[in-house]
């Protein structure tokens, strides 16, 4: 009996009219009441499970599925057959072959069967209606209906700008060509709105995404603000092809009218795409581009900007236009034409002579657009210092003003010195009452206030006259381990110079001794003069200073002594225990020096 009944739904034709004409005829066969998912999702290459649940006191006898493609073509097409006594059969040669498995459970508590139609490894033309035919133990039937829906998620978007620049001031639009792709099956191109209506639109970017199903949609973005199809601000132009496997290619290209404002903008293209239960979006990178323009203002930059500009200094003039990419330069100088890196000009070790207006040009030849700008530098300077007077005797007792100038650009603030000494401030020092102490090196110092590194000095040698004078007898230095010396030190003030000459004696016998060859070293005010000796005896040292003024003469005794470790002999009335301690490592007696 099942045999005719499964011939009869092979046999079965479907014609193609209303489909809520269509149900109501079947409803009124049926009488298996049988419920089925009105839309199955599912990915490329993924399993499907279409669950057929039918209400049935007993197992369903006989379960038959079949497919009906989308298009004019209304006619069912058997996939699969199921029964209690021939258990099952896939029709051999079946696109399904090998990748359809079954499952059938019944609950008799509830009089409720299910039937699961499990498709494996899914393919884009597995997207078809599913017709589940559930039948009785007598003649009675019922069936649903579920559409299963096939995805395949996108490739990333990939986006390319226009390699070359883009000028807001181009006069003729720009060229779009599309081409079409020929593919297996069959590939298809469209164009959102007109690509050029009365302004000069120019492409900007192109997306394109592969492997999308169902059909991927691209919007494109400028900082982050979508822009839509527009006849006077925006086209875009769409092409989408179907590939031989069903898969989508999608492509789009963005075609704007370029400003100045565009160069500082980021656009992207975003593709949104569906995926069972939800939709997803991906973003392509970002990208800028190059607007050209010309340039309509030239503005100069002084380097060091902040800075006052000193001889010899390297100053930078930098010349920058608004225009993109920047024109040709050229800088003049009190109209006279410089030597420059177009936009930069160099000068280096400036003088006081580079000061004055330097003026930079520039020109579009393209365009024929010229601007300039102009800027005033300033080189300070400071001239070298002028002392008055110059290297000058004075007489003791005498007064004298020195004055201190120097030429500059700037305020200038003037310092005196003496010996590292500061003396006080003022283009005029005045000497008072010249003594020995005034004599010496004056050094007046210079200072521009505003910009301290322009600073310079000069300097004045300051003599005062006088017959020679000892401000200290003769010094002692102390006594040479080695071989038992000191050194006897004079200093001898006098303007000019005195001439030092050392005479020594014998106390006991009133004979001259030796003297040793003396150093001298001229001061600023006289001579010091400095002489080495050894005796083993009692001495006396002459210091005499002589100059055209006059002479003076200095002299000191000096007393030899022996001592042991513990006790020390002096033939003066004086004792030095100080010096005999000073030689308690040179040997059990030795003779010193003590200086009356």
């Known amino acids: 009996m099942l045999t005719p009944l499964l011939n009869r739904f092979d046999s079965i034709k479907f014609r193609p009219i209303d ?23 599912v990915s490329l290459k993924g399993q499907a499970e279409i669950s057929c649940i039918y209400t049935l006191k007993e197992p369903a006898k006989m379960i038959v599925w079949f497919t009906k493609s989308p298009g004019r073509d209304q006619s069912r097409k058997r996939v699969y057959y199921y029964d209690t006594l021939q258990k099952e059969i896939i029709d051999e040669g079946s696109e399904y072959a090998g990748r359809i498995n079954f499952t059938h459970s019944h609950e008799p508590q509830n009089s409720r069967g299910s039937a699961l139609l499990i498709i494996n490894n899914v393919q884009l033309s597995d997207q078809k209606e599913y017709i589940c035919t559930v039948h009785d133990v007598s003649t009675d039937s019922g069936e649903g209906h579920t559409l299963l829906q096939i995805f395949n998620s996108p490739s990333l978007p990939v986006i390319e700008g226009t390699h070359t620049g883009i000028s807001v001031t181009a006069e003729e639009p720009s060229k779009v060509k599309l081409k079409k792709t020929k593919q297996k099956n069959y590939s298809c191109m469209y164009i959102l709105g007109t690509l050029h209506n009365n302004g000069v639109f120019t492409q900007v970017a192109h997306c394109k995404v592969d492997d999308g199903y169902p059909r991927p949609n691209i919007t494109w973005y400028k900082d982050r603000f979508p822009l839509q199809q527009s006849n006077n601000e925006v086209k875009i132009s769409e092409s989408e092809t179907t590939k031989a496997n069903g898969l989508f290619t999608v492509e789009s290209d963005l075609y704007i009218k370029p400003q100045r404002t565009d160069e500082d903008a980021l656009f992207y293209c975003e593709v949104k795409y569906f995926v069972p239960g939800e939709v997803r979006m991906t973003e392509s990178k970002k990208i800028n581009i190059t607007v050209h323009y010309p340039t309509t203002k030239v503005t100069v930059y002084v380097n060091p900007r902040n800075g006052l500009i000193k001889e010899g200094d390297t100053v930078e003039i930098r010349c920058e236009g608004n225009g993109n990419p920047q024109p040709v330069f050229s800088f003049t100088h009190n109209e006279e034409e410089l030597s420059a890196d177009n936009e930069m000009l160099l000068l280096e070790n400036v003088k006081r002579s580079h000061s004055g207006t330097y003026v930079c040009q520039s020109i579009d030849f393209g365009e024929g657009i010229y601007a300039e700008d102009s800027v005033n530098i300033t080189v300070h300077y400071l001239d070298q210092i002028v002392v008055t007077p110059e290297e000058t005797v004075l007489n003791q007792g005498d007064d004298l003003p020195l004055t201190c100038n120097a030429l500059s650009s700037l305020p200038t603030q003037t310092s005196w010195f003496k010996d590292g000494t500061w003396l006080g401030k003022g283009h005029v020092l005045v000497l008072h009452n010249a003594s020995y102490d005034t004599a010496g090196l004056y050094v007046c110092q210079v200072t521009v206030s505003s910009l301290h590194e322009l600073q310079k000095q000069n300097s004045v040698q300051i003599s005062v006259r006088g017959k020679p004078k000892f401000t200290k007898e003769i010094e002692v230095g102390p006594v040479n381990k080695a071989d038992r010396s000191v050194n006897l030190t004079c200093y001898a003030e006098g303007f000019p110079f005195p001439n030092i000459t050392w005479t020594l004696s014998d106390q006991r016998t009133g004979q001259p001794v030796p003297v040793p060859e003396a150093e001298n070293q001229m001061t600023d005010t006289g001579v010091i003069s400095m002489i080495s000796v050894r005796a ?61």
């Not at 004409?21 to 009441?33: E, K, Q």
């Not at 003469?553 to 000073?582: D, G, L, N, P």
Request: aromatic share 14%; charged share 20%.
């Open 19 to 41: 489909k809520s004409l269509w149900v109501d005829v079947f409803s009124a066969w049926a009488m298996v009441d049988v419920n089925m998912e009105d839309r199955v999702e």
């Open 536 to 596: 083993m005896s009692e001495l006396t040292a002459k210091c005499s200073a002589a100059n055209e003024l006059g002479t003076e003469e200095v002299s000191r005794k000096i007393e030899a002594c022996e001592f042991s470790f513990s006790h020390c002999k002096i033939s003066s009335t004086q004792t030095y225990t100080s010096a005999c301690s000073q030689f308690s490592d040179v040997g059990q007696w030795s003779q010193v020096f003590f200086f009356l």
